[in-house]
């Protein structure tokens, strides 16, 4: 079945760095891919669309310069967390779907502390 | 807008049968998923069924769709330890992208001895 790879599985950093976090599709290509937020306790939220080659689209509230996005390729996507601040700290989770309409699946996400 | 809800919490005892609740509002669902969460890690896609079935049974896993009532469940037949996890509902509509797959809050289930 279809995988997605995402790397770092963890990651602390201090306050005003950033951090990069890739999303591969392993065996399938993915023109589109998904970054969802989880903070604990609670359900994902979606944050943004990432498309190969073109801008990302993100969902209401979610700050562009904040989180950016690159898809560069049909199978990797990368969420840079900018000038991390402590209130960044969450679980950020990618997805894809090898097809449209198909299910999504998902990494297994990234842990991201921000001290 | 479209809403996706479950129970917080169940509690099962080993061997025995669990059953997740899930009530959805969106009737122009397409598909219904079912994705375990399991602590640390993302979500392992266990099952799904389309919006034109009724039941879907796959090993001890078993999902009933309700369409009229918009209530599917997932019963897991002798659950078992490594059954613990986070389990959450899920939609998406044929007449939205796949970005816009609405997640319940999730259904902790734990198994007592």
């Known amino acids: 079945g279809a995988v997605v790879s995402q790397h770092p599985s963890w990651v602390i950093c201090k306050s005003g760095t950033s951090v990069k976090i890739e999303c591969r599709s392993l065996d399938f290509q993915a023109t589109t891919m998904f970054w969802y937020r989880q903070f604990p306790k609670q359900s994902l939220m979606l944050m943004a669309t990432s498309n190969e080659g073109s801008k990302a689209t993100y969902e209401q509230g979610v700050e562009k310069d904040k989180f950016l996005i690159n898809h560069a390729s049909l199978t990797l996507s990368t969420l840079t967390v900018t000038s991390a601040h402590p209130e960044d700290s969450s679980f950020y989770i990618c997805s894809a779907n090898d097809r449209d309409n198909s299910p999504l699946h998902f990494g297994n996400g990234t842990r991201l502390t921000v001290t | 807008g479209e809403d996706v809800e479950q129970s917080l919490f169940l509690s099962v005892r080993e061997g025995d049968s669990s059953v997740i609740n899930c009530t959805y509002t969106d009737s122009s669902s397409t598909y219904l998923y079912w994705y375990k969460q399991e602590p640390g890690a993302g979500l392992q896609l266990l099952t799904y069924?389309?919006?034109?079935?009724d039941m879907k049974q796959d090993q001890r896993l078993t999902v009933l769709l309700n369409k009229k009532d918009k209530h599917l469940s997932l019963r897991i037949a002798d659950t078992q330890t490594g059954d613990s996890a986070i389990y959450f509902c899920?939609?998406?509509?044929?007449?939205?992208?796949?970005?816009?797959?609405?997640f319940g809050s999730g259904t902790r289930l734990s198994i007592r001895p």
């Open positions: 069924i389309f919006s034109n079935m």
């Open positions: 899920a939609e998406s509509s044929r007449y939205s992208s796949a970005s816009k797959i609405i």
